[in-house]
């Protein structure tokens, strides 16, 4: 496990205006739309809120897997994630 390449490409490139920053942004702000989609679909509530709840926790699994060398580490992310879509799906009653 070698963490997020585009976290990777950031730190690399810190500056906010170069273009390998620049990309690395797009590319995580894709990531939250792309989510952001599907739970819509889903009929959850707050997507874009959830969304950005999702993907932070798969960076922080993805970075602490290769911290602490440890590949199966989205086992806590998912455990995580699935309290939140439980949370965030419409009752169905």
């Known amino acids: 496990m070698r963490g997020c390449p585009f976290i990777d490409a950031a730190v690399e490139f810190p500056a906010p205006q170069n273009a390998v920053h620049s990309y690395a942004r797009e590319r995580k702000l894709l990531m939250v739309r792309l989510v952001a989609d599907l739970v819509t679909e889903m009929g959850c509530?707050?997507?874009?809120?959830l969304a950005e709840q999702l993907v932070t926790l798969a960076d922080g699994a993805a970075g602490r897997a290769m911290v602490l060398g440890e590949a199966d580490y989205g086992r806590h992310a998912r455990a995580a994630a699935e309290i939140l879509?439980?949370?965030?799906?419409?009752?169905t009653d």
């Not at 509530?45 to 809120?49: G, Q, S, V």
Request: hydrophobic share 40%; aromatic share 0%; charged share 25%.
């Open 45 to 49: 509530r707050r997507p874009t809120a």
């Open 85 to 91: 879509l439980e949370n965030a799906l419409p009752a």
